[in-house]
């Protein structure tokens, strides 16, 4: 009786590599067989609306607005919803001071690479899906300046 069960899987098998098909699994060995593991759905990224991919500057405004407000506050002030639970504070892009001493490279190196990248907070996430859009961190780096205190 195995010997009639191997020549029928065989048969199978050759007459599927023959037609071209995929065959069937025979029910004996599909009950000793373990089913491989499902593979996960990759997760979809959300999309973007068509007017930002290209407009450096209205995107800048989409990903300041999602991204650092909460922290950093509609005005940069260092004020936002979450400002409170953070230890250090986020910083005020208000300061002059601050404004005066930093540069545009280690602004626009923070947002990419994150606080940590320059020694300051590691709470400061990086924002490494920007560094591919060196207009749209331009477009950031200009929108931080604009909070300059007169």
Not at 59 to 81: I, K, M, P, S, Y
Not at 94 to 119: L, N, P, R, Y
Request: with cysteine; net charge neutral.
């Amino acid at each position: 009786m195995k010997k009639v069960g191997i020549f029928l899987v065989l048969s199978v098998a050759a007459l599927a590599a023959c037609s071209g098909e995929k065959p069937a699994a025979p029910a004996e060995a599909t009950a000793t067989a373990p089913a491989p593991p499902a593979a996960a759905p990759a997760p979809e990224a959300p999309a973007a609306p068509a007017v930002a991919a290209a407009d450096p500057k209205a995107e800048a405004e989409q990903v300041f607005t999602q991204r650092c407000v909460t922290c950093h506050g509609a005005g940069g002030n260092g004020d936002g919803v979450a400002a409170a639970a953070l230890n250090p504070k986020p910083r005020a892009y208000s300061d002059a001071t601050w404004q005066g001493e930093t540069t545009d490279e280690v602004i626009a190196k923070v947002i990419v690479e994150g606080g940590a990248a320059i020694g300051k907070s590691p709470m400061m996430p990086p924002n490494p899906d920007l560094a591919a859009k060196p207009e749209v961190v331009k477009a950031l780096v200009a929108k931080i300046r604009s909070f300059k205190a007169k």
